[in-house]
T-cell receptor, first 115, second 116 residues
Framework: AQSVTQLGSHVSVSEGALVLLRCNYS??????LFWYVQYPNQGLQLLLK??????LVKGINGFEAEFKKSETSFHLTKPSAHMSDAAEYFC?????????????FGQGTTLQVKP | GAVVSQHPSWVICKSGTSVKIECRSL??????MFWYRQFPKQSLMLMAT?????????EQGVEKDKFLINHASLTLSTLTVTSAHPEDSSFYIC????????????FGPGTRLTVT
């Protein structure tokens, strides 16, 4: 069975600093991995996804993530944080057992950006 | 981009009553819709997967008789919380997609349910 662990429920960075949100996964099959962002009172938005093509995935708003099979990780990074990046971030793995597309989410990480 | 709406966005109901939440895909046809539940400061927990015209598939531990899901068309799925209790108070989120592993899902903004 697939699972996702996000290390750090709360991350605080200064504006302009590097953003690093950690995600480790467990999967018995080659995984599909996603990062979603949730702004207050809005639906989750897809930042990026890994589907076994390039291991370095570039997403929207300057975010990118690197799939590292040896470390079972899919950490999300952004070189320079902006105030508008403050939100809840979720890492997710697609359940590959039945090809239904259902997602298993990590616990979420709240990103705070300080001026 | 594809838009998913939910109605209502916020509802308060009395204990013992039922409440229906709608999930609509506004500009695309959704073969599969998913219903999640999110507690404050916690992750999304998948409740069920619904496919148009067939019975929903519920996750382990989710009471199918309490959380009734109907997916009557390719643009509408409904979640009815029957005989609601205060412990059912939560944020309910739907998403829509093609129902394939690795495919992008489009999420609704969520419905806040408070049972008094």
């Amino acid at each position: 069975a697939q699972s996702v662990t996000q290390l750090g429920s709360h991350v605080s960075v200064s504006e302009g600093a590097l953003v690093l949100l950690r995600c480790n996964y467990s999967s018995s099959v080659p995984p599909y991995l996603f990062w979603y962002v949730q702004y207050p009172n809005q639906g989750l938005q897809l930042l990026l996804k890994y589907t076994s093509a390039a291991t370095l995935v570039k997403g929207i708003n300057g975010f990118e993530a690197e799939f590292k099979k040896s470390e079972t990780s899919f950490h999300l990074t952004k070189p320079s944080a902006h105030m508008s990046d403050a939100a809840e971030y979720f890492c997710a793995v697609s359940d590959g057992s039945g090809n239904t597309g259902k997602l298993i989410f990590g616990q979420g990480t709240t990103l705070q950006v300080k001026p | 981009g594809a838009v998913v709406s939910q109605h209502p966005s916020w509802v308060i109901c009395k204990s013992g009553t039922s409440v229906k939440i709608e999930c609509r895909s506004l500009d695309f046809q959704a073969t599969t819709m998913f219903w999640y539940r999110q507690f404050p400061k916690q992750s999304l927990m998948l409740m069920a997967t619904s496919n148009e015209g067939s019975k929903a598939t519920y996750e382990q531990g989710v009471e199918k008789d309490k959380f009734l899901i109907n997916h009557a068309s390719l643009t509408l799925s409904t979640l009815t919380v029957t005989s609601a209790h205060p412990e059912d108070s939560s944020f309910y989120i739907c998403s829509a997609g093609p129902g394939l592993a690795g495919a992008k899902q489009y999420f609704g903004p969520g419905t806040r349910l408070t049972v008094t």
